[in-house]
């Protein structure tokens, strides 16, 4: 199986948005989702799930992941303590402010976020993605390290923060998710990951695969992820 | 059970987009979404889908509707005789181009259509929605007579073309279809629908269901679609 660099994740999302006329909001919207299922397929039971969204579009994703789940009848609270700047960005937390859903938009003193990961049954993993350079900011270290001392399981969108994409948790301050949702293709870094795989995000056109050698499995039926 | 009038659907529409933040490109992506597990339901075993496309927002979930259908493996062929100005219906027909997916993108003789039509095994009826009024023009009203002589089981999104959104199939010209998707709340025609009805696009915010006086069901666990 073909896990691509850092630098080809990246070219993929390019070629995507260029050549195969996807927009942002779509893809996003399908990758959310995808994860939203992975969620429920494995803790629909849970009290309460903890989104913790970063700044870029793997934190679009999460704020996506927590609206659905909300849409399954699950309990959700968000956390982005960055929003980025996009229209869609902002759009898609005014969506759950609309929904109702408790979502923090400021950074809150630890102890505040140790609360917040205390009282969720399972933590969605949405802070950094396919174009993090490691090492974390101190502020964002924080947050992961609340996440890690929380010891909730986690599900990582794409790749679990705080790791290299290519190299994985080489700082050894990462954290250790119980599930992983590749979106597209799996990047190198997961190649170094023990836990519950799965390949979410169908749309990855013929045309994609082949320029850049992707080997993906096929998705069974119409599934939205695949066990990897 | 609360059947909307075509002035309460577009302002639920209106709700979505303004009040609600969402865009166009996500409620399009879900309800299209929706609309092929449906159809994917029902008709697996199809060896061709052909999915007529309006110039308008029906239009556009039909689009969807083929793309999503094409990474379910299935074979499908789509003709939208008149593409919308909309960026995003563009970019939506650029999609299925790119996909390899046998799109025809201006009229065709009468014989052709019924010819595409012969050779699908089901069709969704994508033409018309929520905005229609009869009666359809003489060039659109060729293309649902073709779709009515081809005896195919046809998928009906929102509306079942050449039907009044209110008053239901009241020239005796439009379509019936086997399967009705309605999105977001059936429109009051479709209680003169007795095929098989279901609920698509899981999307609507508590704030809609309460201004509108909305009853529709609960949607099960994580699925995408109810049946009515």
Known sequence: MKFVTQQEAIAIDEMFFSECSYSVDQLMELAGQSVAHVVFEHHKEARKVLIVCGPGNNGGDGLVVARHLHFF??????????????VLLQKLVEQLKMLGIPTTTSFVMKETLDQMCASSDVIVDALFGQSF???????????IDSMIRSNRPVVSI??????????????????RPEILVSMAAPKLCSQTFSGIHYLGGRFVPKIVSDRFGLTNPVFPANSLFIRL
């Not at 009848?73 to 996009?86: A, C, I, L």
């Not at 490691?134 to 947050?143: K, L, S």
């Open 73 to 86: 009848g699950m309990n959700v609270e968000v956390y982005v303590p960055k929003v980025g700047k996009s």
């Open 158 to 175: 794409d790749v679990p923060s705080g790791w290299d994409v290519e190299k994985g948790d080489i700082a050894g301050n990462g954290l």
């Open 133 to 143: 350079r490691t090492p974390a900011n101190d502020t964002f270290q924080e947050v």
